[in-house]
Nanobody, 125 residues
Framework: VQLQASGGGLVQPGGSLRLSCAAS????????LGWFRQALGKKREMVAV????????NYSDSVAGRFSISRDGVKNTLNLQMDSLKPEDTAVYYC???????????????????WGQGTLVTVSS
C-alpha cells in the first residue's frame, strides 16, 4: 500500500493550498482519514482527521477555522484545504490511513496503519 500526498509548495502568508492524498497498490480496505504535520525540530502533531463516514471532522486548535478536511469515499481520497496560511504552518504534512475499519474517528497517530511520504508546505514571504 502506498499513500501519495500532493499539493504542497511555497505560499505567502495569507495564501491557500490544497493537499490531496490517495491510496494505491493493494489498497482494499485502506482508508485515508488523517492529516498530520511535523515542523523542523518538533514532534509530529495532528492537524485534522475525519471519521470514516466523512461527515465529522476534527481539527487542532491551531488550524480550526482555517483548514478544512474532506473525504471522497468513492475515490478513496482525502483532501485538506488550507486557507489563511501562517508561517507557523510550515511543516511536512503527512497523510495517514487506517486499515480494516468501517466506522470511527482516529485522533492519535498511533492508531494509523499507513503513512504517506509527506509533502512540504512552506509559508513565507
Amino acid at each position: 500500500v502506498q499513500l501519495q500526498a500532493s499539493g504542497g509548495g511555497l505560499v505567502q502568508p495569507g495564501g491557500s493550498l490544497r493537499l490531496s492524498c490517495a491510496a494505491s497498490g493493494p489498497a482494499i480496505g485502506v482508508v485515508p482519514l488523517g492529516w498530520f504535520r511535523q515542523a523542523l525540530g518538533k514532534k509530529r502533531e495532528m492537524v485534522a482527521v475525519i471519521n470514516w463516514s466523512g461527515n465529522v471532522p476534527n481539527y487542532s486548535d491551531s488550524v480550526a477555522g482555517r483548514f478544512s478536511i474532506s473525504r471522497d469515499g468513492v475515490k478513496n481520497t482525502l483532501n485538506l484545504q488550507m486557507d489563511s496560511l501562517k508561517p507557523e504552518d510550515t511543516a511536512v504534512y503527512y497523510c495517514a490511513a487506517k486499515a480494516g475499519v468501517r466506522s470511527g474517528t482516529y485522533l492519535q497517530e498511533t492508531s494509523y496503519d499507513y503513512w504517506g511520504q509527506g509533502t512540504l508546505v512552506t509559508v513565507s514571504s
